[in-house]
Nanobody, 122 residues
Framework: VQLQASGGGLVQAGGSLRLSCATSGRTFSRYGMGWFRQHPGKEREFVAVISWSGGNTDYADSVRGRFTISRDNAKNMVYLQMNNLKPEDTAVYYC????????????????WGQGTLVTVSS
């Protein structure tokens, strides 16, 4: 399974971005998918997760109500819509695939994309 995240960039505080994660592999629709981020000098942290069917989602408290995770299994795509962005959202964002289900723990994920940088200016 290969993952490729895109859509990052520079945006002003209060703005929006949509991240996309393109995946390969015939079993994508069976995997839980997550978005994580990493601030410079800090550990990777959970942002959002979506179950294989899309029926269940969960978010970090810091982004709940501002970010929305979604997926299109027909297109092998996962998205992260980010609204009302804040400077503290500045980070490298990673998409990841979990072959065992649905989890917010980064160490349970099996496949990772290369990351896309989001910079939010104040």
């Amino acid at each position: 399974v290969q993952l490729q995240a895109s859509g990052g960039g520079l945006v002003q505080a209060g703005g929006s971005l949509r991240l996309s994660c393109a995946t390969s592999g015939r079993t994508f629709s069976r995997y839980g998918m997550g978005w994580f981020r990493q601030h410079p000098g800090k550990e990777r942290e959970f942002v959002a997760v979506i179950s294989w069917s899309g029926g269940n989602t969960d978010y970090a408290d810091s982004v709940r109500g501002r970010f929305t995770i979604s997926r299109d299994n027909a297109k092998n795509m996962v998205y992260l819509q980010m609204n009302n962005l804040k400077p503290e959202d500045t980070a490298v964002y990673y998409c990841a695939a979990n072959t065992r289900g649905y989890s917010s723990a980064w160490f349970t994920y099996d496949y990772w994309g290369q990351g896309t940088l989001v910079t939010v200016s104040s």
